[in-house]
C-alpha cells in the first residue's frame, strides 16, 4: 500500500489474535495484488493494457467494485472518475513543473466514465490510451475486508490502520469488570497539514472511533510550490489542474472504504464541500485555506 500499516487487536488469547491478524495482512496484500495499477499481473493494468481493444473478463468482486465507482461518478457530479488517474501522466510532484497545456488537453480527452463499457462480467476502455485506477478508494477498501476478516475470525475489538485509512471493529480496551462493548473509543489523532518541515509531528486535532471507518483527504503529501501557489495531486477530471480549496478533509462514516471516497469528493468539491457532506449525512473535520476548521455538530462533540 506504499504506506506504513498496522492493526492493533486488543484481548486475550495472543494465538488466535496472531492468526486472525496473519489472515487479514494476507488479505490486504491480496487486494494491493489484484488491483494495483503499479503491477503488472493486476486486473487493472489487463483492463489497460486493451484499452481500445477488446473486453476484458472481470470477476463479481472486480464488477462490484466497478459499481461502485460508477455509483460514485453520479454522486460526485463526474468529479470523482477513476478513468481521471491518466492526468497524472502530466504532472511531476518530484520536479514540480507545470504541464504543457497540449499534453494535458490530449489527457483530458481521455477522461471519462461514461466511456468505460460494461457488459455483464466484460468491461472494455472505449479509447487507446484510457486507463482505471481504483487509487481513490483501493487501500480503504484493503482496510474494510482486513476488518471483515477479524471480525469473522472472532475478533470483536480492533483497529486496522492502512496509512492512515482506518476501521475500527469496537472499542480499544475495557477496564476490569467492564463489559467489552463498553470499553473506550480509540483515540486518533488527525494530522496537521501543514507542519514545517523537519518538525515534530503535532496532531490537528483528535477524533473518537468505536466502529466504522475514517479517512483522510488532503493537499499536502504529494504537492509542489511553484510562484507562491501549491499544486497537489488531486486533479480536476473536468480540467486536469489541480484543486485548491481544502488543506485536508476527515470523514467518519459506517466504512473506511465509503469514508475515503466521500473525503476525496469534498476535496474536488471544494468551495461547495461542507454544504455536500452536510447532504450526506457525514460526519467531518475539514481545515479551510486559512487553516480554520469546520467540523458537523456530531464531530464536534466527540
Not at 492512515?164 to 480499544?172: K, M, Q, T, V, Y
Request: aromatic share 6%.
Amino acid at each position: 500500500m506504499a504506506s506504513p500499516c498496522s492493526i492493533a487487536i486488543d484481548g486475550t488469547d495472543e494465538g488466535r489474535m496472531r492468526r486472525a491478524a496473519a489472515g487479514a495482512i494476507a488479505e490486504v496484500r491480496r487486494i494491493e495484488h489484484k488491483y494495483s495499477r503499479f503491477r503488472d499481473d493486476s486486473i487493472i493494468s489487463r483492463i489497460n493494457r486493451a484499452a481500445g481493444g477488446k473486453p476484458v473478463d472481470i470477476d463479481a468482486e472486480t464488477s462490484s467494485l466497478l459499481d461502485f465507482a460508477g455509483q460514485l461518478w453520479s454522486l460526485s457530479d463526474g468529479l470523482f472518475d477513476i478513468t481521471s488517474g491518466v492526468l497524472q501522466q502530466a504532472w511531476d510532484f518530484r520536479q514540480g513543473c507545470l504541464p504543457e497545456a497540449a499534453s494535458l488537453q490530449r489527457l483530458v480527452a481521455l477522461v471519462g466514465w461514461q466511456h468505460v463499457e460494461r457488459d455483464g462480467r466484460q468491461v472494455r476502455l472505449a479509447m487507446p490510451g484510457m486507463t482505471l485506477d481504483v487509487g481513490g478508494f483501493g487501500k480503504e477498501y484493503a482496510a474494510d475486508r482486513a476488518a471483515a476478516h477479524l471480525l469473522a475470525s472472532g475478533i470483536g475489538q480492533a483497529l486496522v490502520n492502512l496509512g492512515g485509512d482506518l476501521h475500527a471493529l469496537g472499542p480499544e480496551a475495557s477496564e476490569r469488570g467492564v463489559p467489552a462493548h463498553r470499553g473506550r473509543p480509540w483515540q486518533v489523532d488527525i494530522q496537521h497539514p501543514r507542519m514545517p518541515a523537519g518538525t515534530a509531528p503535532a496532531p490537528l486535532a483528535s477524533l473518537s472511533l468505536t466502529r466504522g471507518g475514517l479517512a483522510t483527504s488532503g493537499d499536502y503529501e504529494r504537492f509542489f510550490v511553484h510562484d507562491g501557489r501549491r499544486y497537489c495531486h488531486l486533479l480536476d477530471p473536468r480540467t486536469g489542474w489541480p484543486v485548491s480549496h481544502w488543506q485536508s478533509v476527515s470523514v467518519l462514516t459506517a466504512s473506511t472504504t465509503a469514508a475515503g471516497a466521500l473525503a476525496t469528493i469534498a476535496m474536488l468539491k471544494q468551495e461547495d464541500a461542507l454544504a455536500w457532506l452536510a447532504r450526506q449525512g457525514a460526519r467531518y473535520l475539514a481545515v479551510g485555506p486559512d487553516g480554520s476548521l469546520s467540523r458537523d455538530p456530531v464531530t464536534t462533540g466527540a
